[in-house]
């Protein structure tokens, strides 16, 4: 029954599973919240500023670096959600498709097989930089609570990873599949593959 469980969730678009459908408007509505709640503080912090003796200023100077950090984070954190849609549409669901482990700077990493060469992985990453030891799928890579995650995407350029249901959606990249800086991948890269990574925003080379 898992196996053809798992079947069913690899074939067609993940955007396509009702679930999933949940699971993103629930992502929405959290990440929405929590820019929210930012805004807010440091609403919170400029009336207390006005309404406290000018003195306190220097008091004040480390709680405004650190809730414009947050909010800077949670911000970028949001405008991912659009790309979170966008690779679902595209790529279906791979049932424990990446290896969860700590990565650079304490972050998470997501290994995943390399789609067109056997024996390879391709990693990403996500978190570690300041702010981000608190989100969760940092918390699960350093505990070990989350070994695996469900995966939908081309690993050599953009992703999204979840929990099992799905759940807890994230989106993650390669750099230069988003950085104008950077050259994009095209080499060992099919063309449908690149095709498909284009049609869920990825930044592509040529043949």
Same mark, same amino acid.
């Given at each position: ?20 459908? @949940?699971?993103? %408007?629930? !992502? &929405?509505?959290?990440?929405?919240? #929590?820019?929210?709640?930012?805004? *807010? =503080? ?63 700077? @304490?972050?998470? %990493?997501? !290994? &995943?097989?390399?789609?067109?060469? #056997?024996?390879?992985?391709?990693? *990403? =990453? ?82």
């Amino acid at each position: 029954m898992e196996n053809e469980a798992r079947a069913a969730v690899r074939t067609g678009r993940a955007w396509d599973e009702p679930a999933t459908r @949940r699971a993103w %408007r629930r !992502t &929405v509505c959290f990440r929405c919240a #929590v820019l929210v709640c930012c805004l *807010l =503080g440091l609403c919170a912090w400029l009336f207390a500023v006005v309404t406290t003796p000018a003195w306190l200023l220097v008091l004040w100077l480390p709680v405004l670096c650190a809730g414009l950090w947050y909010t800077l984070l949670a911000a970028s954190v949001a405008a991912t959600l659009p790309g979170v849609r966008r690779v679902l549409r595209v790529y279906p669901w791979q049932a424990d498709g990446a290896e969860v482990s700590v990565g650079k700077g @304490r972050g998470a %990493r997501f !290994t &995943v097989a390399d789609p067109e060469r #056997v024996g390879k992985a391709v990693r *990403l =990453g996500h978190g570690g930089v300041i702010g981000t030891g608190r989100h969760f799928w940092v918390r699960a890579a350093r505990s070990g609570r989350c070994t695996t995650a469900w995966f939908a995407g081309d690993p050599r350029y953009v992703a999204v990873v979840a929990t099992p249901g799905p759940g807890n959606l994230l989106r993650v990249a390669q750099r230069e599949a988003l950085d104008s800086r950077m050259s994009p991948r095209s080499r060992g890269v099919s063309a449908e593959a690149r095709a498909r990574a284009r049609a869920a925003g990825a930044r592509v080379g040529g043949a």
